[in-house]
């Protein structure tokens, strides 16, 4: 039922920059918070950022802060995370989910691969 398909990743030297996508279905998108987590090779899951329904709130984990921008298109049905300054620390499976900071439960997309490397 709930479909969240994202797309953008790919290899990237460090500085550079990528814009991630989220194409969401049967939920409503426009009422729902939204959050990007990742999770780096052999290692576990880390909250990314996250939005609110409206877009009058987004929130960002202390390492991506100042350099990755989450944004929506409510209209579209679309969450985004554009991502500037890359290092290699960023490679990672990147998962669009619902809810937001703290939501009771997520849902789960398959992820894009981010891989930032010279």
């Known amino acids: 039922e709930v479909q969240l398909q994202a797309s953008g990743g790919g290899l990237v030297q460090p500085g550079g920059s990528l814009r991630l996508s989220c194409a969401a279905s049967g939920f409503t998108f426009g009422t729902t918070d939204m959050s990007w987590i990742r999770q780096a090779p052999g290692k576990g899951f880390e909250w990314v950022s996250s939005?609110?329904?409206?877009?009058?709130?987004?929130d960002y984990g202390d390492s991506v802060k100042g350099r990755f921008t989450i944004s929506r298109d409510n209209s579209k049905d679309s969450l985004y995370l554009q991502m500037t300054s890359l290092k290699p620390e960023d490679t990672a499976v990147y998962f669009c989910?619902?809810?937001?900071?703290?939501?009771?439960?997520?849902?789960w997309g398959q992820g894009t691969q981010v891989t930032v490397s010279s």
């Open positions: 989910t619902t809810g937001g900071l703290y939501p009771e439960y997520r849902y």
């Open positions: 939005i609110d329904s409206g877009a009058g709130r987004t």
